[in-house]
């Protein structure tokens, strides 16, 4: 198994461009969530989805959307990108909600200039 | 709105001490309670978990935890640090709503 993989690791956005980071788990977990990591504040949940076409807001979500087609895929897109987006984003995914062992992707980093 | 507090930034201690990592919560309900650990330039990875049952739960590489519901702490300890157990870690915590709170992290730095 892979587990959970997010693309790119790395980008480069300028401010007012969008884009879509990508992220899939490959152990048919039903629940699936994005986080950003900024220094000092931990981990700040964006956006999670507890089965395909369920999504909801988490503790971050403005400037962030999210869908969830399939069990698999849960991409995180940026409207309009902004320097305060600029974070390290990760994606988790456990069997059924956050009470279950969350496992991480390797993180995507992504500074908006 | 529920909170979990880790008081410190950094611990230091020697290897082979015993090592203690605080946490502290506020959650609504029976808490969820979690550990994480981050190695640099890594996903975070479970250590262990209380949902019910014994206040002292067992985890991952000889860590444990001990939940204290009067206090509202959950501590993770260990009994001997070894210098790989340097990384940063996270508490995290829910209670009736859905969705997960971490702590702002702790780094542990073992030293021989």
């Known amino acids: 198994n892979a587990g959970v993989t997010q693309t790119p690791k790395f980008q480069v956005l300028k401010t007012g461009q969008s884009m879509t980071l990508q992220c899939a788990q490959d152990?048919?977990?039903?629940?699936m969530s994005w986080y950003r990591q900024d220094p000092g504040m931990g981990l700040r949940l964006i956006h999670y989805s507890v089965g395909a076409g369920i999504t909801d807001q988490g503790e971050v979500p403005n400037g962030y959307n999210v869908s969830r087609s399939t069990t698999e895929d849960f991409p995180l897109r940026l409207l309009s990108a902004a320097p305060s987006q600029t974070s390290v984003y990760f994606c988790a995914s456990s069997y059924s909600g956050y009470s279950y062992e969350q496992y991480f992707g390797p993180g995507t980093r992504l500074t908006v200039t | 709105a529920q909170s979990v507090a880790q008081p410190e930034d950094q611990v230091n201690v020697a290897e082979g001490n015993p090592l203690t990592v605080k946490c502290t919560y506020s959650?609504?309900?029976?808490?969820?309670l979690f550990w994480y650990v981050q190695y640099p330039n890594r996903g975070l990875q479970f250590l262990l978990k209380y949902i019910t049952g014994d206040n002292l739960v067992k985890g991952s590489y000889g860590f444990e935890a001990e939940f204290n519901k009067s206090q509202t702490s959950f501590h993770l300890k260990k009994p001997s640090a070894l210098v790989s157990d340097s990384a940063l870690y996270f508490c995290?915590?829910?209670?009736?709503?859905?969705?997960?709170?971490f702590g702002t992290g702790t780094r542990l730095q073992v030293t021989l």
């Open positions: 995290a915590g829910g209670g009736t709503a859905s969705k997960l709170t």
């Open positions: 959650v609504s309900g029976n808490p969820y």
């Open positions: 152990m048919n977990h039903e629940y």
